[in-house]
């Protein structure tokens, strides 16, 4: 029904902003990512927007970037995840991050999201995985979605995630530099050069 709206700032809060559209304000239900890009109030701005049905209600949501519209989308797809949820993922991480969360199996950094447990991030990653790609914000981001989703493909490189996640490195850290190896190394020569990689802070 809404593509975007533009209008000026009314008030911006934790989870929502008002846009003000020729004397109309909507409010819009939104992440933490878009509250810090939004304008301050009195200025214009413009948000994606999605237009959630209920039996009880009509909720409009807004998003700076249509990537995160379209994130949000696939997020709500996914069995489980409502909008409250799907807000609260894309609080903690921009879809660029999530899109390597889900690559590398970071379950981890889903659950850091209010809300949203282990057996939901788990869902998450089985039914996203190999579908964030087109996220990925620049060549670097998708050489990193590459990376994890390849470091788990041999069962050394698997090992090698494991250990370096026990050495207090994130999943996504780990699958990130694990995958930048060549995939016939042992699994000792994969943590060595990784931990060496993960220092320079890759």
């Known amino acids: 029904m809404f593509y975007s709206l533009t209008g000026t700032v009314v008030f911006a809060e934790e989870s929502s902003v008002a846009l003000d559209c020729g004397g109309v304000a909507f409010r819009l239900f939104t992440t933490g990512n878009t509250l810090r890009q939004c304008a301050p109030v009195g200025e214009v701005q413009t948000l994606y927007t999605h237009l959630n049905v209920r039996e009880d209600a009509l909720d409009l949501f807004g998003f700076a970037e249509k990537s995160e519209l379209d994130c949000f989308k696939m997020l709500t797809g996914v069995t489980g995840v409502g909008p ?119």
């Open 84 to 202: 409250k949820a799907g807000l609260a993922i894309l609080s903690c991480l921009t879809p660029d991050m999530l899109a390597v969360s889900v690559a590398g199996g970071d379950v981890k950094a889903i659950t850091a999201a209010q809300g949203v447990g282990p057996k939901l991030a788990q869902r998450i990653v089985l039914e996203l995985k190999g579908k964030l790609d087109s996220f990925a914000s620049s060549s670097e981001s998708l050489g990193n979605i590459a990376a994890a989703q390849k470091a788990t493909v041999s069962y050394a490189g698997e090992d090698a995630v494991n250990a370096l996640v026990m050495l207090g490195y994130t999943r996504s850290e780990a699958s990130i530099a694990v995958g930048k190896l060549d995939g016939s190394l042992s699994t000792e020569e994969m943590i060595k050069q990784a931990l060496k990689m993960l220092a320079r802070n890759i």
